[in-house]
């Protein structure tokens, strides 16, 4: 079993940034995919990043690529997501997830944190 606490959402301005924390407990992520999912008000859950714990191996939606980054800590059990150039669309609740393997369906992650608000202002 896996459980996962996300942190570091909050309230920012556009152009800004924040780094998101996704710790886990329960077991380490050895043979885990670690993905992160956002939901805003109305919409569907969409992937936006995700990793390999094991090789370290990232995807990246095409929304987020070259404004957000993933990565993680083996020490810390808690993989992140560094988000830069806000924009006002990227408001949302955040999730991580642990699945077999990299995937941008929600299907495939068996572990879900509780999320945590980002919000970005125009």
């Known amino acids: 079993q896996v459980q996962l606490v996300e942190s570091g959402g909050g309230l920012v301005q556009a152009g800004g940034s924040l780094r998101l924390s996704c710790a886990a407990s329960g077991r380490t992520f050895d043979t885990y995919a670690i993905g992160w999912f956002r939901q805003a008000p109305g919409k569907e859950r969409e992937f936006a990043a995700a990793?390999?714990?094991?090789?370290?191996?990232?995807y990246y939606a095409d929304s987020v690529k070259g404004r957000f980054t993933i990565s993680r800590d083996r020490a810390k059990n808690t993989v992140y997501l560094q988000m830069n150039s806000l924009k006002p669309e990227d408001t949302a609740v955040y999730y991580c997830?642990?699945?077999?393997?990299?995937?941008?369906?929600?299907?495939?992650?068996?572990?879900w944190g509780q999320g945590t608000q980002v919000t970005v202002s125009s």
């Open positions: 997830a642990a699945g077999a393997f990299i995937s941008i369906a929600t299907r495939n992650y068996d572990y």
């Open positions: 990793t390999s714990w094991s090789s370290g191996t990232t």
